[in-house]
């Protein structure tokens, strides 16, 4: 979080001199000091979020393809004639390996803006996901989601 004040405070200026420097790290620190105090950040617990960077921004890039290729799918369900009228839309529940609250959310999240899949319910570690084809709904339990997010888990307990 400093680096991130620090960053703002020298963008919203627009310079960099030796004074704006020193007057940033001032207000950062006291800045920073206020946030632990009063909403319990802690540099520790800082420093395991960004250990995690690298992870959410390989877990992002995974999110891109995999929304790209379900619109291509959805695309082909649509355009092909006859096609749309014999989808077999299903309800399927699963239980994914996600141990974190938040992990679960944003596979919840990660399912849901995926074109063709929308999240119903998420209670616990169970899903209940409605597919446009039963295809789309096909290994969600061991998807690309799901490994990111168990990869991203093992990087904040380690």
């Known amino acids: 979080m400093p680096i991130l004040l620090m960053t703002a405070w020298l963008v919203f200026n627009g310079r960099v001199t030796l004074e704006l420097v020193l007057v940033g790290l001032g207000l950062t620190a006291a800045l920073y000091g206020g946030c632990c105090a009063l909403l319990g ?6 420093l395991r979020l960004w250990r995690l960077l690298p992870g959410a921004l390989g877990y992002l890039l995974v999110l891109v393809r995999e929304v790209l290729l379900a619109n291509l799918r959805v695309m082909g369900v649509i355009l092909t004639p006859g096609r749309a009228r014999h989808t077999d839309h299903r309800l399927v529940e699963f239980r994914a390996p996600v141990k974190t609250a938040g992990g679960r959310l944003i596979l919840a999240n990660s399912i849901t803006l995926t074109p063709g899949t929308i999240t119903v319910s ?11 084809d039963e295809r789309f709904a096909h290994g969600l339990e061991d998807s690309a989601f799901v490994r990111g997010i168990r990869r991203m888990e093992g990087r904040l307990h380690d």
């Open 41 to 46: 950040f802690s540099w520790r617990r800082e």
């Open 122 to 132: 998420l209670s616990g570690g169970h899903y209940c996901v409605h597919a446009l």
